[in-house]
Every structure is written in C-alpha cells, then in structure tokens.
C-alpha cells in the first residue's frame, strides 16, 4: 500500500503532464490553421478587390438569367445592422437579381422590413406582388425567418390532418391519403409560407451553416459562405454568383 | 507464430503475452537492451490508455525481426494506426463532433477519370467510407450517418440502379460477417429512408441487418437508403396526423412531428460533409442540419481521406463554441 501510493502519485503526474503537452500540441496546430486561413484570407481579398475594378476578364459578365431566386442568410448578430444588409441588397440589384429571400433566424429583418423597403430602390415586398408579377426593373423582396421553418411546417400539417379526418371513411376508419409532397407543398402555401426553392443561397456569418432556412425549399440550393456581414465585398458576391452560373446539377439522376 | 490477421490491436492480450510469457509475442525479458529501452521510453506516453500500449508493444515485436515474414506492409499499417491514434488523442484535446454526417458524391466521376469500368467508382467508393467509418470510430464520434442512395437516383439508367441495388445486398450482408466492422466496433445499423420502394432482397437483408445489430449500443451508423428529406417529413406529417386521428386528437404540435421523424434516432448532425466540392445537399438532412457546418472538400468520394476529416474536424473545433450558443437561442 505505501509502495503503490507514490506510484499513483508519479503516474497521475505524468498522465497530467502527457495531457499538458498534448494541449500544447493542439494549440499549436490551430494556430498554424489560424494562419492557413488568415494567408488565404488575404489572397481572397486581393482577388475580390481585382473583380470590383475588373481587373478579371470572366467576372465582366454574368448569365443572371440563370439566377432566378436568391436566398441570403443573415447571422443574428449582422442582421442587427440594418444598413449593411440594406447596402448587399442595394448591390444585388445592381447585379440585376430579381428576387431575394433575407433570412435571420430570430425575424429582426422582418421588423425592419418596412424601412429595408424604403431604402432598397425599385424594391417590392414578394408577398403583396406575388411571383409571376415582379416587373423587370424592380426586385422583390421576402423576409424570413425560423417562424417560416418548422413552424410553418407544423401549421401545414394541421390543415392535412383536417382534411385527413374530414375524409374518414365510417366504415374502415381510413382516410384518403393527402399525405405527399404536393399535398404538403399546397398546404404551405395556404398558410402563406413561399414554396419557391432558392437556386442559391449565400450565408453571411462565422460558420457555413444555413442557420436553420426553411427546410423545405432547400432541396438543390447551391450553399456558399460568404464570411462576415460587417466585411462583406462586391468581388466576392459577384465571384459567387458567377460560380454559381457555372455549375451543372444532375438532380440525383 | 500465430499472427492477428485483422490488425486488431485491443492492447490488453498483446500486454498480458508481453508480461507473462504467454500466447504468441516474446516477453519483455526476451527483448535485447535497445528494445527494452525503447518500451520503458514509451511507457508514460501510453500510460493513460493500455490500446496504444498494446499498440506500441506490437509495433516493436514486428520491428525486431521476429514477424517480419510478409509483414512489411502490416508494420507500415501498425505505423499509420500508432501515428492515427497520437493524432486523435491530440484532436480530442479540443470538443469533438457527436455526429458526423456524409454525402458520398464522385463515385461515377471517379470512375470515369480514372478509365475504369462502370459500377468500378461504387466500390472504390465503398472502400473510402469503410476506412472514414473506421477513422469516424477510432476517434470517438458515436454517430455517423451515409447517403447512400436518393429516391431521385431511381431516375437514374435501369442498369446502373440494378447494379447499385446488386452492390448494396453484397456490401449488407457483408455486414453480419464476423470480420466486418460491425463487429469489431459494436455497431449498431439503422437503415432510413423509403424502405419500401426498394426490392424484396435488399428490404430483407437490410431488416436483418437492423435487428441482428440491434443490441449494440457503443456506436451508430445511419444508413440513407430510399431517402429524400422531404419525403421523411412528409412520412412524419403522416405518422403523426394517422396517430393524432386515432386518439382523436384534432392538434399535431412541433414535437409530434420531431418524435416521428426517422433520423431521430440520432441527435442532430454536427458536421455534414459532401465531397466533390458540390455546395448543395441534395435532399439530405434539410430537418436536422440548422445547427451543422457544412464542409465541402474537392476530392471525391473514394478519393477522400483521413487530412479532409481532420480539417473539417479542426474547423469544427474553430467553430464549436458560435454553433452552441446559436442551439441554445433556438
């Protein structure tokens, strides 16, 4: 018993000094990632600020056509400074996007909504002009938030499970099926949710992440990360966008 | 000399053998002074954990000689596996994902880069998420979650869906074999997705699967088989609204669509990985991935190694302490 005590002690020890060394060498390795990404962070910003001048020949021109539908998520903590929010949609217009979905999870877009709209030229609120209404010079705007994910989703499905119960039969005690993607999709709809799927979605914030967009119309939305709001750059939206031209989806087939 | 022919270094056997003299390794007395030296050097580095120290003791009895009869490529596998584990054991000095999740795109680009015959990409793909799986559960990471196969790929040519379907019965029965790796990290096997649009034999084996590995409890793989994300939360909407209809309950709320959900058996994904630098998720997790970081490497699928997984790893690490307190706003 005595013999064993100070050899607990020295194993403990050097089991406290292996995990010392061990954190070492872990911190070290996030500090060379941290200058990884600070080096290629830089390279970035050289080569949008080339794009806004023009400097690169392919950002000169860019198939918007193909761009339909924007979606732009906004970390909560950027989306409390409304005006650069209103300044990336001022540029998106410039680009010649037609329509915009700006999400922030907890809705503080949409309590800006009406001043977003004032500022923003030739913008309209998608809501009231719907989407087969947008006239070519204006660009439509939607504000969503997480109250339009799950939410709208469980709102959905109690309008199913209406028509689910008006349809039971009294005899088998069975119901018509109104359980597909359309039924639900239909149903979304009714309680006001957009059931357009966003072709591409830029994230604004630390993480790429989608920051809990409506799950629902996300299925083939091409997701970038764009870095942090507060540094946002012409160059690299335009960057994203063109790249975004590019890409060939096969739709699982 | 009896040789472990699956590698598998549990350390407890190799340090009893070296101790005592018994089964197949020399014992510590056996050893000339250089290597005694070595193993008394290693010792505090292993302390904590008596697998790197069967590790350890296994790689210095293959380096002196004795096992060496077509051993070369065993001893540089012992020295990736050492090198692995030290490299682990310094990545979960920082939080580590609970759930990895994985879109394994590329297979048919691959194949075609490559020159090789179709369906060649699938298996060569089935090998990449094998060894990801492997490394997935040496790390520690209990939940690994695979989208193997789209409702949208029946679209695909009846031949290649044919063969995809060939593939996946092989690769599921594989999995009650002894040897597979299912059994050597006790894992339990979930299949997901539409299980009934697939045929009789893959339904069945996939079943069979599914309850042989039911009572393992250390680690889980998700397997999405006949799966879109909308499809899944259309069949929760269903369960829920069939169940709410028979208690006559006129009310589904947020958590009866939760609780219905087939991935719910896991918590939600911490990292989704989708290889060949494709930027969507195809229909994959859209439900369960608001909190996820989304991580695209450009190599595809059976090109993907063990650097990709530590860097997503390490900019989990970055980002851990943003995507908790975005869950705990939620």
């Keep these: 018993m005595d013999f064993n005590d100070p050899m607990l002690a020295l194993s403990s020890s050097i089991g406290q000094i292996g995990d010392f060394g061990l954190d070492l060498v872990w911190r070290f390795i996030h500090i060379v990632v941290t200058l990884c990404l600070i080096v290629s962070g830089i390279f970035e910003l050289v080569e949008s600020y080339a794009i806004s001048l023009g400097l690169i020949q392919k950002y000169s021109s860019i198939d918007i056509e193909k761009l339909k539908c924007l979606a732009v998520v906004v970390d909560i903590e950027a989306a409390r400074d409304v005006s650069k929010v209103i300044e990336l949609l001022r540029w998106l217009t410039t680009i010649g996007v037609k329509q915009v979905g700006v999400f922030d999870s907890q809705g503080l877009l949409k309590k800006s909504k009406d001043m977003i709209l004032e500022m923003v030229p030739r913008s309209v609120l998608l809501q009231e002009t719907g989407e087969n209404n947008i006239s070519p010079d204006s660009i439509a705007l939607e504000f969503i938030s997480s109250f339009d994910n799950k939410e709208a989703v469980v709102k959905a499905a109690n309008i199913l499970l209406q028509k689910y119960l008006k349809s039971i039969h009294p005899e088998n005690g069975e119901g018509e099926n109104v359980f597909t993607e359309s039924h639900l999709n239909e149903a979304l709809r009714v309680v006001g949710e957009c059931v357009h799927v966003p072709d591409l979605l830029l994230v604004y914030g630390p993480v790429r992440s989608h920051l809990g967009f409506p799950a629902w119309r996300l299925r083939y939305t091409e997701i970038v990360h764009m870095g942090s709001l507060k540094y946002m750059r012409y160059g690299s939206l335009l960057k994203a966008i063109h790249k975004f031209t590019g890409v060939r989806q096969n739709y699982g087939v | ?330």
């Excluded at chain 2, 000339?32 to 070595?38: G, H, V």
């Excluded at chain 2, 050492?82 to 691959?110: E, K, Q, W």
């Excluded at chain 2, 879109?228 to 069949?235: F, G, P, R, Y």
């Design chain 2, 1 to 330: 000399m009896c040789r472990r022919e699956n590698n598998d270094l549990s350390g407890n056997d190799v340090v009893q053998s070296f101790i005592t003299g018994s089964g197949s390794f020399p014992t510590f007395a056996s050893l000339n002074s250089q290597l005694r030296i070595l193993v008394l050097s290693l010792l505090p580095s292993t302390i904590s954990d008596p697998k790197n120290l069967g590790t350890v003791l296994h790689f210095i009895y293959l380096s002196s000689g004795e096992g060496m009869g077509g051993g070369i490529r065993q001893l540089l596998e012992q020295v990736h596996r050492l090198s692995r584990r030290c490299l682990f054991r310094v990545l979960s000095m920082g939080p580590l994902p609970t759930h990895l999740a994985f879109i394994m795109d590329g297979n048919r680009r691959y194949a075609k880069k490559r020159g090789l015959e179709d369906g060649s990409g699938h298996k060569a793909g089935f090998s990449a998420l094998m060894s990801m799986l492997q490394y997935c559960y040496e790390l520690g990471i209990k939940y690994v979650t695979v989208y193997a196969f789209s409702i949208d790929n029946f679209r695909r040519k009846p031949e290649e869906v044919q063969s995809l379907m060939d593939l996946m019965l092989e690769k599921i029965k594989s999995l009650l074999d002894k040897e597979s790796i299912v059994h050597e990290y006790g894992i339990r096997v979930y299949f997901i997705g539409n299980l009934g649009l697939l045929n009789d034999q893959v339904r069945a084996a996939a079943e069979e699967v599914m309850k042989a590995t039911a009572k393992n409890s250390r680690v889980v793989l998700l397997v999405c088989v006949a799966y879109n994300s909308t499809d899944e939360i259309v069949q929760a909407v269903k369960r829920s609204c069939v169940d709410k209809a028979d208690r006559d309950v006129e009310r589904i709320q947020l958590v009866d669509i939760e609780e219905n959900m087939q991935m719910s058996v896991a918590p939600e994904p911490d990292i989704l990985i989708r290889s060949s630098g494709e930027t969507r998720l195809s229909n994959f997790l859209l439900w369960q991935t608001g909190n996820s970081q989304l991580f695209s490497p450009d190599a595809l699928w059976p090109e993907i190694g063990l650097r990709h997984l530590v860097w997503a790893i390490l900019n989990f690490q970055r980002s851990h302490s943003y995507l908790e307190k975005k869950k705990k706003q939620l």
